[in-house]
Nanobody, 127 residues
Framework: QVQLVESGGGLVQAGGSLRLSCAAS????????MGWFRQAPGKEREFVSA????????YYADSVKGRFTISRDNAKNTVFMQMNSLKPEETAVYYC????????????????????WGQGTQVTVSS
């Protein structure tokens, strides 16, 4: 089993940037593909981004393409998401998750593909 802990959330003005981190313990992160999801108040959790084992393949939701970048450092057992040009509507709790198979973006967008989840980190974007 792997434990995931997100950090890096906070309050930022619209147009600002944040870098989220997801640190893994228990098992080496290189065994898993990783995803980021978010859940805004009153809304369902939605897919944001995913990255394969090596970091050579990535997926993004259309809403964040060109502004968010997912990356990983397997030596540090950590996954990152750089978020730029943040918008107020992106206020949400952001979660990282681990899966053991890679597929299409449709596959990696499905929450049930992911075996382990962190507790989330709050991102608040003020207007």
């Amino acid at each position: 089993q792997v434990q995931l802990v997100e950090s890096g959330g906070g309050l930022v003005q619209a147009g600002g940037s944040l870098r989220l981190s997801c640190a893994a313990s228990g098992r080496t992160l290189s065994n898993y593909v990783m995803g980021w999801f978010r859940q805004a108040p009153g809304k369902e959790r939605e897919f944001v981004s995913a990255i394969n084992w090596s970091g050579g393949l990535t997926y993004y939701a259309d809403s964040v393409k060109g502004r968010f970048t997912i990356s990983r450092d397997n030596a540090k057992n950590t996954v990152f998401m750089q978020m730029n040009s943040l918008k107020p509507e992106e206020t949400a709790v952001y979660y990282c998750a681990a899966a053991n198979r890679w597929g299409t973006i449709a596959t990696m967008s499905r929450q049930y593909e992911y075996l382990y989840w962190g507790q989330g980190t709050q991102v608040t974007v003020s207007s």
